[in-house]
């Protein structure tokens, strides 16, 4: 199995930052893509940042480009998201996912952290 643990978040003012980490551990051979997700009251589960393996490709979602920075260190399985001039509309409880498999041979999986509450105050 594989577990995901997610640390940081909290509350902060307009226009502060915050971040986040989430490390995987457990049966990982490959992990070939990580990504931090969020969900507001009321609203569906929205993909926010994306970051494969190799760190080539990296997709922001429009409302957080220029703000927001996704990055991970492979060794340590670890997926990072730093957030800037955060504004009442980012408030959400963020997910971390990742695309993995045990072995060279088994299918890639999703697998999802905790979450943790964001929340900007004016």
């Known amino acids: 199995q594989v577990q995901l643990v997610q640390s940081g978040g909290g509350l902060v003012q307009i226009g502060g930052s915050l971040g986040l980490s989430c490390a995987a551990s457990?049966?990982?051979?490959?992990?070939?893509?990580m990504e931090w997700w969020r969900q507001a009251p009321v609203n569906e589960r929205e993909l926010v940042a994306s970051?494969?393996?190799?760190?080539?490709?990296?997709y922001y979602a429009d409302p957080v480009k220029g703000r927001f920075t996704i990055s991970s260190d492979n060794a340590k399985n670890t997926v990072y998201l730093q957030m800037n001039s955060l504004q009442p509309e980012d408030s959400a409880v963020y997910y971390c996912?990742?695309?993995?498999?045990?072995?060279?041979?088994?299918?890639?999986?999703?697998?999802w952290g905790q979450g943790t509450q964001v929340t900007v105050s004016s």
């Open positions: 996912k990742i695309e993995s498999k045990t072995t060279l041979t088994t299918m890639y999986r999703d697998y």
């Open positions: 457990g049966r990982i051979f490959f992990i070939r893509k």
């Open positions: 970051l494969t393996n190799s760190g080539n490709t990296n």
